[in-house]
């Protein structure tokens, strides 16, 4: 859980800091716009520079978003893969005929077996993840001898390898974008800012006031929540409960002995936290004044003219080319 | 003088037959200090819901600064009645101390300018203006107390209900929160304390004590304090030196100057 | 010896991993049987996590405990052949709230629910729980109603007979009596009094409330930032140099016997711990 990165707000000091909330929400979501509008790696390209060169004027590290993206890779990989393998567009690239024999395959069953034993010691997981992959591509195409029952074809297509980098850029940096808006802005302010972009949806009889107070409420009781769980957890520990063994019936019971106490003791708290909201005088749906608010400045305005620049500029050169 | 608080035969029922409340009879007095006492399940918490209308009462009259306490009037009561709660955790709706404070002032609509004045003076008042952007989890259950204090004196009521509020603190928070009760009433407050610790009552000027529902006795503390036999009944336990002079008494060991210190010392706490 | 720390201490990971050190250097000895220790100390100075150290839930960062002769350091956890699952049964830890551990759908069920996680037969466990609840001072009633339908009092006593079920040798209880009235309090206490004397269990009760303190320890430990400050005789703990340097609460009977052999110039002998105590004493001491 502390590794994940996503969604969690890292102190600083660059100008992505001091912009108003609403303005990166509404930059982040113009900038996917446009990521989603490019049709040509070239213009994605240069997209992933632009994006960079946020991270580097901003002063965030790239590692950080590195570790924001790591939950991702395999989403990555696997689209990567699976566009490689499977898309039979467009010119051939490269072609390599594989041999399939009980030997072959027992070599590959043993590689898979080897590297999910070994995987927790390499550091660099990504890397021996393909390493593996490459080892099962060489003994299938190299090693051919009688027992072969059957041949087949690993042919990389051009438009295979495009599609899957493409992919790949796109959701880079769709993912960078979102982690520099997470990083940016403490959760508070993201519920403002959302608060303030929502309020038109009053015409649909959404309340934004009362969802920013929901969330506002669930940021600050996570913690508390955790901590509970934690203790929950020690307190039916110190019963007996060993909640890293035990047969699938006694995880059943593992689990709603940590449920059930959680259940009642969050029922009780929102009925207590409703009387003491409510004690002071807060009544939903009703008018309220704010300590904090949201000053628009000439940056926001900047940022939100050379966004809609990106994103006009993406539509037009889809529109002419 | 038209009392800040009065009750005229309030009963409640939380359904068909448990009778939380019967026929409670009360005037509070404007700057009064005020303990309820009562043992656990007394009805002690039900009548301060009642106080600020989160509860109904389903006979009986509730007026507060001569205001008829009914759906209408409801949130004009909240106005002057604020109420901190027994458990520290689920009353800070804020994400830090300063967004706390702020909950109830954005609530009743105060200009920012404002708001951020009073946060300034009663985040001070009760000491914690070195925490104000601290968040929940990095405060002890006292200091949370503190927060839910500042917050109800940034409200400007006439009233506080102190519901259990220091039942759940370690002695140093607990020392803390009788210190502010004391000043404020000092300042002109009108203070009820809900307990059951004797020693929490020993400074207010009036004890009311219930009895599954009922008003058991109520007077002037100094009066109650001293009831043996009507605390005794409401498994609450005498102050020790009262309980020492009744002992002697029983015993009928005659020492004037004893008794007299006795009696002092249970004053003083 | 029952529990042993040599030098433990417990540093909890914090966000941003700076670290929060909750126990520092701790060195205790704790019998098996017959022992009344109070466990006091402010909130956050670390009375919870030490406790939790006696059951093996959590295991030290630094130095060594010694359970019931099962060693346990900062390896233990990722050591998969150690069992602290037998420790937990031998050392009873009842969390500050009921809540926490009440699960099933009647208290029967739930007092049963340790002990036959260590592995008793049903009928054992059923005759356990028809035991304790009356240990806990309730009816037998009570087994077969609800555990969320009763009072907080209640409620405590139900989860404090679901780790007496499960036969411990020493009985942890951290702020067992807080919320509750003085009626409720006092019988509580009486409760615990019993099973230290008729069990002969070790009974360690972490609590703000020095009357307790005073009354009923054979033992105190004070705790405060993590570093255990005293650890001995209830009646030297209350000197008037510890009260000024930790800030201590004075217990009532204690100040108003100083408060009369002061004031009157009398002794109070033997220092009375109960009210009956003094009550006594005061008689002789006047006649």
């Known amino acids: 859980m502390k590794n994940v990165v996503i969604g969690r707000y890292i102190p600083g000091h660059s100008f992505l800091y001091h912009l108003d909330p609403r303005t990166k929400i509404m930059a982040l979501l113009i900038l996917m716009a446009a990521a989603f509008v490019v049709d040509d790696i070239m213009h994605l390209l240069i997209g992933l520079a632009l994006v960079i060169g946020v991270l580097l004027i901003g002063k965030i590290s790239i590692k950080r978003v590195y570790l924001g993206l790591r939950p991702l890779m395999f989403l990555l990989i696997f689209t990567f893969v699976f566009q490689v393998l499977f898309n039979r567009q467009g010119p051939v690239l490269y072609e390599e005929t594989l041999y399939y024999s009980p030997i072959t395959i027992g070599l590959v069953v043993l590689t898979v077996v080897f590297w999910g034993f070994t995987k927790k010691f390499i550091r660099f997981r990504l890397l021996y993840f393909l390493l593996m992959l490459f080892t099962i591509l060489a003994i299938l195409s190299l090693i051919q001898e009688p027992l072969t029952f059957r041949t087949g074809a690993f042919v990389v ?66 913690p508390t929540l955790l901590d509970e769980a934690n203790k929950i957890m020690l307190a039916q520990a110190s019963r007996g409960v060993d909640f890293e063994e035990g047969k699938l019936k ?9 449920l059930v106490p959680m259940f009642i003791i969050s029922f009780k708290r929102s009925d207590e936290l409703a009387n003491a909201m409510e004690a002071r005088s807060f009544v939903p749906g009703q008018p309220r004044t704010r300590l904090h608010v949201l000053k628009w400045k000439l940056n926001d305005s900047i940022i939100i003219v050379f966004s809609l620049t990106i994103l006009i500029t993406t539509i037009m050169a889809r529109v002419l080319i | ?66 205001i008829v306490l ?124 809900i307990t059951h610790d004797m020693k929490e009552t020993i400074e207010s000027d009036r004890i009311v004590i219930l009895k599954n529902g009922s008003v058991l006795k109520h007077g002037p503390s100094n009066d109650i304090l001293n009831d043996k036999e009507t605390l005794e009944k409401s498994n609450l336990e005498l102050l020790l030196p009262l309980e020492l002079m009744h002992h002697l008494e029983q015993h009928n060991i005659q020492n004037e100057r004893l008794k007299k210190h006795l009696w002092q010392l249970s004053l003083n706490g | 010896m029952a529990i042993k720390f040599e030098r ?37 100075s670390g009375k919870s996590t030490l406790a939790q150290h006696m059951n093996a839930l959590i295991q030290p960062t630094e130095g060594r405990i010694s359970l019931f002769g099962l060693k346990i350091d900062s390896t233990t956890k990722k050591k998969k052949k150690i069992k602290l699952n037998p420790i937990r049964k031998k050392v009873g830890l009842v969390f500050q709230f009921p809540e926490y551990q009440l699960f099933e759908e009647t208290v029967e069920k739930d007092i049963m629910f340790g002990p036959k996680n260590f592995g008793m037969s049903t009928e054992d466990a059923k005759r356990k729980a028809e035991e304790m609840i009356e240990v806990v001072g309730l009816h037998k009633d009570y087994l077969s109603r609800s555990p969320f339908n009763l009072s907080g009092g209640e409620k405590k006593r139900v989860s404090i007979a ?32 019993r099973i230290h004397t008729t069990l002969n269990k070790t009974v360690i009760i972490i609590t703000h409330d020095m009357n307790t303190v005073y009354q009923y320890a054979k033992r105190v430990l004070v705790m405060r930032e993590g570093v255990l400050v005293y650890d001995g005789d209830p009646l030297k703990l209350f000197s008037r140099g510890n009260i000024d340097k930790w800030n201590l609460d004075v217990p009532d009977i204690l100040s108003l016997t100083r408060d009369l052999e002061t004031s009157f110039n009398i002794t109070l002998s033997p220092p009375p711990r109960t009210r009956q105590d003094l009550f006594k004493a005061l008689e002789e001491a006047l006649s």
């Open chain 2, 1 to 66: 003088m038209q009392p800040m608080i009065s009750l005229e035969g309030v009963s409640f029922k939380y359904n068909q037959s448990t009778e939380a409340l019967k026929d409670v009879n009360l005037t509070i007095k404007k700057g009064e200090w005020v303990s309820i006492l009562g043992h656990n399940g007394s009805g002690k918490s039900t009548l301060s819901k009642l106080l600020v209308g989160l509860l109904k009462a389903s006979e009986g009259t509730i007026k507060v600064d001569g």
């Open chain 2, 70 to 193: 009914n759906e209408d009037t409801v949130y004009d009561i909240r106005k002057k009645i604020g109420i901190v709660f027994q458990n520290p955790d689920n009353q800070f709706v804020g994400v830090t101390v300063r967004d706390d404070i702020a909950f109830g002032l954005e609530n009743l609509q105060i200009e920012r300018q404002d708001m951020i004045k009073r946060i300034d003076t009663y985040v001070k008042k009760v000491d914690m203006f070195d925490f104000i952007n601290k968040e929940p989890s990095q405060l002890s259950g006292g200091q949370k107390q503190r927060v839910a204090i500042a917050g109800i004196l940034a409200m400007e009521t006439d009233v506080i209900i102190f519901d259990e509020a220091t039942s759940m603190l370690d002695p140093k928070g607990r020392r803390m929160i009788l210190s502010y009760m004391r000043e404020l009433n000092k300042e002109g407050v009108t203070i009820i304390t």
């Open chain 3, 162 to 193: 679901g780790i007496l079920a499960m036969e411990p040798d020493i009985l942890i209880l951290d702020e067992p009596t807080s919320g509750l009235d003085p009626l409720g309090r006092n019988a509580l206490l009486e409760v615990f009094h």
């Open chain 1, 250 to 258: 006694e995880k059943v019971v593992q689990i709603v002995s940590l």
């Open chain 3, 8 to 44: 433990v201490s417990f540093q909890y990971k914090g966000i941003d991993n700076k670290g929060y050190l909750a126990l520092s250097d701790v060195n205790l000895q704790i019998d098996k049987e017959g022992e009344f220790i109070t466990l006091i100390g402010e909130t956050g």
């Open chain 1, 157 to 222: 297509h051009e438009d295979g390898l495009r599609l899957a980098f493409f992919i790949m850029v796109r959701l880079i940096i769709i993912v960078t974008l979102s982690t520099i808006l997470t990083i940016t802005t403490k959760p508070t302010d993201l519920n403002l800012g959302l608060e303030q972009i929502l309020k038109p949806l009053k015409l649909v009889r959404i309340n934004a006031e009362e969802v920013a107070m929901i969330i506002s409420i669930s940021l600050r009781y996570i």
